[in-house]
């Protein structure tokens, strides 16, 4: 008995050593690598300390151990805002099964024999590093390795045969890598996948493996941006365990198979963004736990099978295809309908009345369809609505008034309809951010009560019946950009407070019955850039104050009874369009208005008088006058003989220049013809050259200065130069911001294509930035100018992607397309390769496209848009986070100081996140977000910035890595990065919009 009990002590006290052994080694592995490998910054692993006679590591963070005998089995150290490279070592830990370190800034290369140490790994999770090189290749020893997850990384190449062998593997995630080759048939082998994840990489254009259809275990296949070709093939119906499918934004073609409805267990079904034909099958039908379903930029055809419809779907979305008929009935009865988006279609007939009464409906899209009768009065039955969206129908009848009790709603956009009525009072005072009635035939006033709608940004009811007088209600609208009340019956006076709405972008009230004197207190309209208020009853003088508006571009004041002379110091502005005829002017007419492009402006005015503008009248002249109008005309007799002579010696020469055909478009009011131009266009006045032309300086006699470009036309010459002009004409001839280039006239002939446009005195940002290209010395831009550009240049971007209709994306955004005036102010240009969004948007794939495949420059293209081919506004905006750090660091976005396989965003996010010893201007500290704010490796040497520019800069980087992130759902669209750049205090980045 004796023996036992001492056998049992003798037991219990070598497991207990064991685990103490054992918990020790764990902790002092654990510690060694930490020191060694990893950087934290945040010191989230501050409490890896061995206290006491307690070796155990269990109660650390991020660590996990087994219950029974306290060894370490899981490391998670996600998004703890560590560096370094991988830690090798924690694979020491031989009871370790979970290595999960996502979300951290850890980067470097993989060597294959050091990870062979990790092969009694059942998890290993890296998404969302800064790792680079090829994929890791794992030894055949990783026989139990169940989840890999290397999404968001730097990883590059083929995907490895070894990946081919997990048996045992049911996850694999490699989404957003730069991944070349082919979708491998050898993933055809890991037939206990539960979850495929291949999106967002630029593989070789190429079918879905066949082989895919043997992995009958997969819940989740995503294969959404991977340049996938061909049909979706027949076996998809073979995934009968498929919850999610995402072939979202590919090349995908044909019909929808039929045997997709054997997906009996299919939650979600994503075929968006692809060239999918034919009708939907009604087998989809049969789908009873489908609930999102989203087919929309196909060309899919036909109606809704009611079927369809029938189903339970939360998220319905058709739109840009080709879809006719009516909407069936039975979709409002969907109990679970939260998002339904069916615009740019041929739908027809009324919307089912009961939409939107047996679900909590967020979203509703009918827009350019054909639907008429009455909009549906219970979309906020459930008070969950914050999207209506259905302009360019034929909708008829009143607004519901049930509208007016929807508090959920922030946003309302029903132009172009056929509704009448007066607006609901409580309709007006909800919390909206736009308001879009236009082109309808509402009436009624504008309660004072709209000033409830605190976060109002655009209010547009023009083109309606509306009549009373503005309420001074409308000043407390502070957040708002444009106010467009034109073409309706509103009568009274401005109200004065008006001129402190800072934020106004633009002011239409043209057509209306408006009266009294214009506000003279206008300082406080430093963002605004059009005022038309044009065919009214306004009386008094024009305010002097306009002209130091710094960014109106657009004034139109003609058809009211204003007097008084035009104020001098509007001919410091830059208008695109000015107009002030008809009204009751006298006087001079200010020199700077001296010119014939002026004088359709001020007709009607008969007490004007101007020096040589026919017709009016000439200002009366002192008597010494009339001796010097006796010379002149003298001296001008002598010259047009001297010319008429000139003319006859080289008639010979001109005659072929004479007789070409050329058609000629103003989009502003010139004073010259072509003919002035062409003779200008010579060798000596060429000052630039790209792939579709030249650039020519061209001085007026007049003393003008234009920019013209002429595009190759001879035969076999560029044969993209036809796209680039009508890309530039359709696009700058509609369009008017203080921050787009102006074009002014274009000319086509036979021979040539000639566009023609202000001169910007300081040439391109790039040639300013980088003083190339021989350029008059300039001396190295300051912080201040540098923000004041990227500003401007956010603007005009802003202003294409969310102000025009349809959106414009550039597709070439670059320094050298963002040119300076002499006042440094940026006007983007050169829209050559611009394209709307439109329906038919999917890229640049046509075959017979006269434009490269890839739209763009080498160091501004985004990522994705390389291997896609599809128009986003997010290529924009990735492209102009680039030019934000060329303004930063001086360099080009390909500098060779970069080093070998390195840009300027790979070389900015290294600089913006490791350490760095040296001291800043603001202290060399960690901020909360895990960046060290010495930005003395990025910033251009040239530059001597302050504390508070510093700071500037800080928040100009940020936003700028922002909107280069690799995922372009990460990226800000641009009308918040202008947001964020004109923050006054530093605040955390975010995308929210």
Known sequence: MNNSCFSLFLLVSVSWFLHVSSNGGDAEILIRVKQARLRDPDGKLLDWVIAGDEPSPCNWS???????????????????????????????????????????????????????????????????????????????????????????NDFSGEIPESYGRFRALQVLNLNGNELSGTLPAFLGNLTELTRLELSYIPFKPGPIASSIGNLTKLAYLRLSNSRLVGEIPEWIGNLVSLTNLDLATNNLSGKIPDSIGRLSSIYQIELYENFLSGEIPESIGNLTTLRNFDVSENNLTGKVPEKIAALRLSSFNLNDNFFTGEIPEVLALNPNLVQLKIFNNSFSGNLPENLGRFSELEEFDVSSNGFTGELPPYLCHRTKLRRVITFNNQFSGKLPESYGDCQSLSYVRMADNQLSGEVPIKFWELSLVRLELTNNRFEGTIPPSLSN????????????NFSGPIPAKICDLRDITLIDISRN?????????????????????????????IPSSLSSWTELTELNLSNNRFRGVIPRELGDLPVLTYLDLSNNEITGEIPAELTKLRLNQFNVSNNRLYGRIPSGFQQ????????????LCGSDLDPIPRCHSKPRTSYILAIASICIVILIGSLAWLFIKIKPLLHRTKHRTYKVITFQ????????????????NIIGSGGSGLVYRVDLKSGQTLAVKKLWAEPGRKPESESVFRSEVDTLGRVRHGNIVKLLMCCSGEESRILVYEFMENGSLGDVLHLEKGRRAVSPLDWTTRFSIAVGAAQGLAYLHHDCMPAIVHRDVKSNNILLDSDMRPRVADFGLAKPLTSEDRGDGDGDAPMSRIAGSYGYIAPEYAYTLKVNEKSDVYSF?????????????????????????????????????????????????????DLSKLVDKRMSPSASEYKEMEKVVDVALLCTSSFPINRPTMRRVVELLKEKEKKPVSTVE
Request: with cysteine; hydrophobic share 35%.
């Open 881 to 933: 986070g680039v030019v934000l750090l060329e303004l930063i660091t001086g360099k080009r976005p390909n500098d060779p100081s970069f080093g070998e396989n390195s840009d300027i965003v790979k070389f900015a996010m290294e600089a913006a996140l490791s350490y760095s010893s040296s001291s800043s201007p603001v202290g060399a500290n960690w901020d909360s977000r895990g960046h060290f704010r």
């Open 596 to 607: 014939d492009i002026f004088v359709s402006s001020f007709s009607g005015n008969p007490n």
């Open 62 to 152: 991020g660590i996990a151990c087994d219950l029974r005998n306290g060894t370490v089995t899981k490391i998670d150290l996600s998004g703890f805002g560590l560096f370094g490279g991988f830690p090798y070592g924690f694979c020491r830990i031989r009871t370790l099964k979970n290595l999960t370190l996502s979300d951290n800034y850890l980067n470097g290369t993989f060597a294959s024999e050091s990870l062979s140490l990790c092969s009694h790994l059942h998890v290993l999770i890296l998404t969302a590093n800064s790792f680079s090189g090829r994929l890791p290749d794992f030894s055949p020893e990783f026989r139990q390795l169940r989840v890999l997850e290397l999404e968001s």
């Open 669 to 684: 009011r010139v004073g010259f013809t072509e003919q002035d131009i062409f003779p200008h266009l010579t060798k000596d």
């Open 453 to 464: 709608a605190r976060h109002l940004g655009q209010l547009d009811v023009s083109g309606n």
């Open 489 to 517: 019956r509103f009568s009274g006076t401005l109200p004065s407070c008006i001129a402190e709405m800072r934020k106004l972008e633009r002011v239409n009230m043209q057509e209306n019955l408006l009266g009294g004197e």
